[in-house]
C-alpha cells in the first residue's frame, strides 16, 4: 500500500518535525548519558568528589569551570546540563518548524513554551 503524501500543512510540519525531534532526543540523551558516566568513572578513579558532599550547586560558574577544566564533577555537570537541555531542544525544533510552515496559533503556542524554558533555565542558573 502506498503512502499518499500530506494533504494539509499540519500533515507536512509534522512530516518533517517528527525526525528531527527524535534525533535530538536520541543523540541528546545518548550524550548526556556518556558525560555522566564517564564523569562517575573519573570520580571513582580520583577517590571522590571534589567538593565536599551537598556543597556543589548548578551554577553558571559550574558550568563553565566543567567546559574549562574537565574533572569528574565537571563531567557530571556537563551531563546534567545535556540532559536538562535535550527536552528544550525539542522545543526550539518545534518553534523553528512552526516558524516556516507560517503556523501562527502554534508558533505562538511554541513560543510562549520556549520564553517560559528559557526563563526557569536563567533564573535557576543565575540566581
Known sequence: MATSPPTSTEDATETRLRPAVH????VGSAVGVVLLIAGLAVLSASGGPSSPTGTS???ASA???ALLQPSGDGLLVL???VLALTPMSRV???TSVFSRARDRPLLAAS?????ILVLTVVVGVFA
Do not use: C, E, Y
Request: overall charge positive.
Open 57 to 59: 550547586r548548578l551554577s
Open 63 to 65: 558550568i563553565r569551570a
Open 79 to 81: 551531563g546534567a546540563v
Open 92 to 94: 526550539v525544533l518545534a
Open 111 to 115: 513560543s510562549f513554551v520556549l520564553a
Open 23 to 26: 534525533r535530538t532526543l536520541r
